[in-house]
């Protein structure tokens, strides 16, 4: 989410030692109205527009500055001390549009030392409970400098006790303070955002790493405890006051994150660890927010286009993220929490009162307890059909008819070998080869139940093996029909470089190889016409006949259903299936370039 900060004033009825922005008189250029309309004006491209300080409650006119920030549609925060907002004020906040407040809360036990106010706790509790009341949602902003790192090993907790309307916290290392003694030496400064980390995680309470004071997680102890607390997206613009080390050519997260302090740089030339693991740098890799981040990836919109021309519409919902295979090529974000039960509940049933397909999926929907209640919604609530997507690892007999019975009409089954090595590997889960082969036996035993498909997600490691993958179905499952998709860079989760992501022309000679094998044995294999798939022109020979008129009775593709994820160079453009084909994905394009693509012409 682009954010920008904008200087209320610069006076504050508080007196932090570590405070770098307070000064003792306001200056017009500022807090002037000029000043500040202009900088609001500038604001309006931005989706959240933060209004700090100083200590902005100072200003009588704050609601009306609050209702110009969120003119343009921007969610509007505030940060602020609480000292000068009671209900009436909450109220002409709340009415005005603000979204969120995020208190400044340095300390609870020690807060009038810290502060210089003898009564702002009391104030600060004031305030939390009107603005909850308001319905203004409540976050605590929690400096990590040194007057208040005594407390940081409870004051999740405290909070939690204290200010119950709080919901999130934000830490800000300080990094540069008028007090040179107020800023804490960078090894206190660390373990005192893990303690307050941990702390947290004790009090359930999510904790967010404030950008404006931001910690590079190769300086951390244990980044994988505070992976949760980034939202780091690739491209990050250079800052002022982070500089670039030896250390961060070699680091995983080097297109995302911004550097480390310059106040920190000879610390961080000695201890900072690169982050080299894979699993650490997708729970790093976010956007957004971890609760908007699953709001993001919750549900995906799908047009499904049948073989007679017609379409309907499809919503995947993702009950659960975690999953129990660690696949390089998924794009789902597998560290994530799952989503309010609600949500799911409501996603599901729009899908279904629409009388669309529903789709639940992961991560791994069979690791969620409440999977047939799920179904059971979906189908009672009007859904066409219900499909589960799933690497079958947890199926058995019993499952298999558990979920056939409470309506399951179909199950799209993720094998990505025809050898357990090759499978294990790509899935980097050892012996789930054999369990997700178990699954799908006890899914193929209720073929006269249920339609069942096995999709080969075609990338480097595995693309050879597909002839042998299409004997083994045949062999083992041959009522099942197969979906080839191709491995997708579709968001940074997936790493772009030819060793995931091979050229078409590479994967090729065995595809054609797997495809003449399945046809003469009479299995059905499909897949190529979705996102996942690859463009039509590129299919081998005789393929694309088997579509309706060649591919031209599909149907057409509505303008925008790929999110802009999808070029269409000028190859495209010359094409017959132009307007019923994706196209090219945008990281693919990027990677290996669009060379590969022929036109089909209207004779063809």
Request: hydrophobic letters at 45%; charged letters at 25%.
């Amino acid at each position: 989410m682009r954010t920008v900060r904008v200087l209320t004033n610069e006076t504050c009825n508080h007196r932090c030692s570590f405070c770098d922005t307070r000064r003792p008189h306001e200056r017009a250029s500022v807090a002037g109205a000029a000043a500040l309309t202009a900088a609001l004006t500038q604001a309006r491209v931005f989706a959240e527009v933060v209004l700090t300080g100083g200590e902005p409650s100072l200003r009588g006119d704050l609601p009306a500055i609050v209702a110009a920030a969120g003119r343009s549609g921007a969610k509007v925060v505030l940060e602020t001390n609480g000292v000068g907002i009671d209900d009436a004020r909450a109220y002409a906040l709340a009415n005005a549009g603000l979204a969120i407040a995020r208190l400044h809360v340095p300390a609870i036990e020690r807060h009038a030392a810290v502060t210089g106010d003898a009564e702002g706790l009391g104030r600060l509790r004031t305030a939390a409970s009107a603005l909850q009341r308001a319905g203004v949602v409540v976050e605590a902003a929690v400096p990590i400098a040194a007057p208040t790192l005594p407390e940081l090993g409870g004051l999740a907790q405290a909070i939690r006790t204290q200010l119950p309307a709080v919901t999130r916290l934000w830490a800000r290392v300080v990094m540069r303070s008028p007090d040179d003694g107020a800023v804490a030496e960078a090894p206190d400064a660390i373990a005192g955002l893990e303690a307050l980390a941990e702390d947290a995680r004790r009090a359930a309470m999510p904790l967010q790493l404030d950008p404006s004071g931001f910690l590079p997680p190769c300086l951390l102890r244990r980044p994988d405890r505070l992976a949760h607390a980034y939202a780091l997206g690739p491209g990050q613009p250079a800052r002022d006051h982070e500089r670039r080390i030896a250390a961060c050519a070699s680091c995983a997260i080097a297109d995302r994150c911004v550097g480390v302090p310059a106040p920190w740089r000879s610390h961080a030339e000695q201890h900072a660890r690169p982050i080299a693991d894979e699993r650490l740098r997708r729970r790093l890799s976010q956007v957004e927010s971890v609760e908007r981040q699953i709001a993001r990836e919750l549900v995906t919109d799908e047009l499904w286009r049948r073989s007679d021309g017609r379409t309907v519409a499809a919503r995947i919902v993702r009950i659960g993220f975690a999953c129990n295979q660690a696949c390089a090529f998924c794009f789902v974000s597998t560290h994530l929490p799952a989503a309010p039960r609600d949500a799911v509940a409501a996603a599901i049933d729009d899908i279904a009162g629409r009388g669309g397909v529903l789709v639940l999926s992961g991560g791994e929907p069979t690791l969620d307890p409440g999977l047939l209640d799920w179904v059971r919604r979906g189908k009672a609530g009007g859904a066409l059909e219900v499909e589960l997507q799933s690497n079958a690892t947890r199926i058995d007999d019993a499952l298999a008819q558990a979920l056939v019975d409470a309506g399951l009409d179909s199950a799209f089954i993720s094998l990505h070998g025809a050898s357990a090595d090759t499978s294990d590997a790509v899935t980097v889960a050892p012996g789930t080869f054999a369990a997700t082969c178990a699954g799908l036996d006890a899914l193929a035993r209720l073929h006269d139940r249920l339609r069942l498909r096995i999709n080969f997600v075609v990338c480097r490691r595995n693309h050879h093996e597909f002839p042998a993958f299409v004997a083994l179905v045949h062999a083992r499952w041959p009522h099942a029909a197969i979906t080839v998709s191709f491995v997708a860079p579709s968001t940074d989760l997936v790493p772009r470089t030819p060793a995931m992501v091979p050229r078409y022309a590479e994967i090729m000679p065995a595809l054609r190889e797997g495809l003449d094998r399945a046809r003469a044995l009479g299995l059905e294999v499909g897949g190529f016409d979705s996102m996942c798939g690859i463009p039509l022109c590129l299919l081998p020979p005789g393929e694309l006949a088997r579509y309706p008129d060649g591919g031209r009775g599909l149907a057409e593709l509505p303008a925008g259903i790929d999110g802009g994820e999808f070029v269409k160079p000028d190859a495209c453009r010359r094409c017959v299936l132009e307007r019923r084909c994706f196209g090219l994905r945008r990281g693919y394009a990027e990677l290996h370039g669009t060379d590969e693509l022929v036109p089909i012409d209207a004779d063809a």
